[in-house]
């Protein structure tokens, strides 16, 4: 069983960053490909971003490229994903996951095993 943590959440305005943190119990971190994912009110949960285990491997959805980054530090259990250029419609609750799939297969809410409680993630016009 793996438990984990998303914190980093806040109020921001537009233009700014964020990091948000994934910590993980339990040590088989590294076995797992890690997603971020984020849920704003009235719509259904959407992929964010996908990291492979080792972190060699990352995809983004459109709406985030060039603007977000998603890395892993296994020696720590601790996923990130830092939000730079922040928009209004990135207002969402943020939520971590893990599963056992090749990254490539992981851009959609199936599959995932282990979910974070969500941080959530404002940003003001």
């Known amino acids: 069983q793996v438990q984990l943590v998303e914190s980093g959440g806040g109020l921001v305005q537009a233009g700014g960053s964020l990091r948000l943190s994934c910590a993980a119990s339990?040590?088989?971190?590294?076995?797992?490909?890690m997603g971020w994912f984020r849920q704003a009110p009235g719509k259904d949960r959407e992929f964010v971003a996908v990291?492979?285990?080792?972190?060699?491997?990352?995809s983004y959805a459109e709406a985030v490229k060039g603007r977000f980054t998603i890395s892993r530090d296994n020696a720590k259990n601790t996923g990130y994903l830092h939000m730079n250029n922040l928009r209004p419609e990135d207002t969402a609750v943020y939520y971590c996951a893990l599963n056992l799939l090749p990254s490539y297969e992981s851009r959609t809410i199936k599959g995932y095993d282990y979910w974070g409680q969500g941080t959530q993630v404002t940003v003001s016009s």
């Open positions: 990291i492979s285990r080792g972190g060699g491997s990352t």
């Open positions: 339990g040590r088989t971190f590294s076995t797992y490909t």
